[in-house]
């Protein structure tokens, strides 16, 4: 039931015109333990739309670079996300 919870939370911060980068770090950091918890290919998929909404807001201030880790970050989320729980169809 965690991960489900986790995920609605998540879902329920993306695109809120009104978060500033902050929040959205804050869901990361979030996402992040919980992902340790449970491996879900959900919450995979939500740390990876998270860090596309940081790298594209606006008030966002990072360099360039910054802006491309980010993105090169949620490219490796997006495939974890692709990825069967262990111990599926072994």
């Not at 911060?13 to 491996?39: M, S, V, W």
Request: hydrophobic letters at 40%; a negative charge; glycine letters at 6%.
């Amino acid at each position: 039931m965690l991960a489900d919870e986790s995920v609605a939370v998540a879902k329920g911060l993306q695109g809120d015109p009104a978060l500033e980068p902050e929040d959205i770090e804050n869901c990361i950091h979030y996402l992040l333990k919980f992902y340790t918890r449970a491996r879900s290919p959900a919450i995979a998929q939500s740390i990876a739309r998270h860090l596309e909404l940081l790298a594209e807001h606006p008030l966002f201030e990072a360099s360039g670079n910054q802006r491309c880790d980010y993105l090169r970050m949620r490219n490796h989320w997006r495939w974890l996300s692709e990825l069967k729980p262990s111990g599926v169809g072994a």
